[in-house]
């Protein structure tokens, strides 16, 4: 495709030579004179005098005059996810269900599903259309997912939630009678895990992407639009607001809520019952405002020197009270 072609299909300019063809895509660093690559910051735009790229996409403000063949996008990372599409297009899903596919009866399943080898459907489970079950998922019963879901080998929807009540000195198990709801345009990722809710629906908005070997507890109510990356885990109860974006390995307490667009930075743990504001961005645990946990990051590096200072003053002190001690 040349890169006048591509440019306008992106909705964007061009400058350079609009003729060169652009056969694949590959970063900066490894990019070749029939490949495509994309600026998408300070740092990047500093190893493209170096790139053999034969075109780049950058921002609308790079400046001008770099001699190279550019195209210019209002947000060139989205712009080059695009293109991706275009130069290497992912094979078609093939509709149907593969024949080492465990499909109960009862179960609906849309049209345009395909369902990979190895899968386990349930009861009661209803699968929408366009979706796509890679090799060895499993759905447990009382289990709807909306059209175009997408979910990636290993995970395991509506398993028991982890609930257990004492008697007699004994855990006794807390039956788990819920449902699990997934929306529209859901992605799910290798080895995730949704739980059912012990009572009611633990459910997955609209349009919203989780990552690999995630956890979300019962009861869970996630929002539409909302990002999980990967080795995170909700406790019961959790709720997650639309637009919010949770790093990775972040723990959640039961009954915490995350409100709408805020942003959990990776590792960071929030308490029991906590709220996270509409659009605050937190980090560390337990997690705090960002501007609050770099003071306290900078304070705790700063130990050493307030040690050795104090050491220093004790040692004054101490000299003083023995000269004190001989004049008396």
């Given at each position: ?6 440019a ?28 495509l ?16 790229a ?18 210019r ?24 269900i ?23 459907v349930?009861k ?29 080998s ?17 855990y ?15 992605e ?17 908005g ?33 709720v ?17 809520r ?17 709220i ?53």
């Open positions: 495709m040349r890169v006048r072609e591509l306008e299909w992106l909705g964007a300019t061009f400058e350079g030579d609009g003729e060169k063809e652009i056969l694949d895509v590959a970063p900066l660093e490894t990019a070749g004179s029939s490949d690559s994309f600026v998408g910051n300070q740092k990047a735009a500093k190893q493209l005098e170096a790139s053999a034969g075109a780049i996409i950058v921002p609308g403000e790079f400046p001008e005059g770099s001699g190279r063949t550019l195209i996008a209002a947000v060139p990372r989205t712009a080059f996810a695009h293109a991706i599409g275009r130069l290497r297009p992912s094979p078609p899903f093939i509709a149907g593969h024949p080492t596919a465990a499909i109960d009866a009862s179960a609906e399943i849309g049209p345009g599903v395909s369902i990979g080898p190895g899968c386990a349930a009661r489970v209803v699968i929408g259309e366009g979706s796509v079950l890679h090799a060895n998922v499993t759905i447990y019963e009382d289990v709807d997912i909306g059209r175009r879901a997408i979910l990636h290993g995970c395991v929807i509506g398993a028991d939630g982890f609930g257990f009540v004492m008697e007699q000195d004994r006794q198990k807390f039956p788990q009678v819920g449902r699990v709801e997934i929306g529209d345009d859901v799910i990722g290798a080895n995730t895990c949704i739980d059912r809710a012990a009572l009611g629906v633990t459910s997955i609209e349009g919203t992407k989780i990552d690999n070997m995630v956890h979300i507890g019962h009861n869970c109510r996630v929002g539409k639009h909302v990002v999980i990356a990967a080795q995170t885990g909700f406790s019961g109860g959790v997650i607001e639309d637009y919010a974006v949770v790093g990775g390995q972040v723990g959640i307490g039961d009954k915490a995350v409100e709408s667009r805020a942003v959990l930075g990776s590792g960071c743990g929030v308490l029991t019952s906590k996270v504001r509409a659009g605050q961005v937190v980090w560390g645990t337990p997690a705090r405002p960002l501007k609050q946990y770099l003071e306290q990051l900078a304070n705790l590096g700063r130990l050493p020197e307030m040690w050795r200072t104090l050491a220093d003053l004790k040692r004054r002190v101490a000299g003083m009270e023995a000269d004190r001690e001989r004049k008396s």
